[in-house]
């Protein structure tokens, strides 16, 4: 049995992560803003196998708060899932930087807030797997979103910076791509379902070793292009 944390877990990919890996009979800390009923009903179904615990990555005090409520045990994997899209086209011509700010605290300063608050709780052989997007890459070949791309691309950035601080201690940090999901971001015409991408994420997450710490990986094992 690991221990599990996911933030985003209310719903889409972070949901199936929650579900898989109690599934499988994990230990898993479900952590969300607003627990949705789908996360509530398996949290009483499983017992206190999985425990849902309220956290904003988005507020420094809630990460603090939320990763005190899940006690101290040893913390196997760490999922970055919640996320935002921020604003959408047209962008080139106007911006709302609110919303940009709101952007990159989630999706930067969010990932990071949320490895500080669970760090003494990771050891050798932990895992901090980080959802990012194909969008971060300089491969990507459309326009528009700059804030969501610009947001990925920090993370992919800045994970990158922490898997070389944390090599030494065998911490693994990962940043996957987890496909063109149909999540309530994606829409329902996106190519694969919640539950096809949190499978491969967790295989692809078991068999992550250190000497592949701070690389982008596709949900299907494949290696991404920066």
């Not at 898989?20 to 952590?31: I, P």
């Not at 969300?32 to 017992?47: I, M, N, Y």
């Not at 979103?145 to 090599?167: F, P, T, W």
Request: avoid cysteine.
């Amino acid at each position: 049995m690991a221990n599990i944390a996911i933030t985003g877990a209310a719903r889409g990919i972070g949901f199936e992560l929650a579900k898989q890996h109690t599934q499988a009979g994990d230990r898993v800390f479900a952590l969300v803003r607003k627990p949705s009923a789908a996360l509530t009903a398996l949290a009483e179904a499983f017992g206190g196998t999985l425990t849902v615990h309220t956290m904003d990555v988005s507020s420094d005090a809630s990460v603090k708060a939320g990763s005190a409520e899940t006690g101290g045990e040893p913390i196997d994997i760490l999922y970055n899932v919640a996320g935002i899209v921020g604003p959408i086209p047209p962008e080139l011509e106007s911006s709302d930087w609110d919303a940009w700010d709101e952007v990159i605290n989630i999706m930067v300063k969010g990932p990071l807030r949320v490895l500080q608050a669970f760090l003494p709780r990771l050891h050798a052989g932990s895992k901090v797997i980080n959802l990012t997007s194909q969008l971060a890459a300089s491969t990507w070949p459309y326009g528009g979103l700059y804030a969501y791309g610009a947001a990925k691309a920090g993370l992919n950035r800045m994970m990158r910076s922490v898997a070389i601080d944390l090599k030494a201690r065998g911490i693994v940090v990962g940043l996957v791509h987890p496909g063109y999901v149909r999540t309530e971001m994606s829409g329902p015409s996106a190519e694969i379902s919640p539950e096809e991408s949190a499978a491969s994420i967790r295989t692809l997450t078991a068999g992550w070793t250190i000497e592949e710490t701070g690389e982008f990986y596709k949900w299907n094992g494949e290696k991404h292009a920066w």
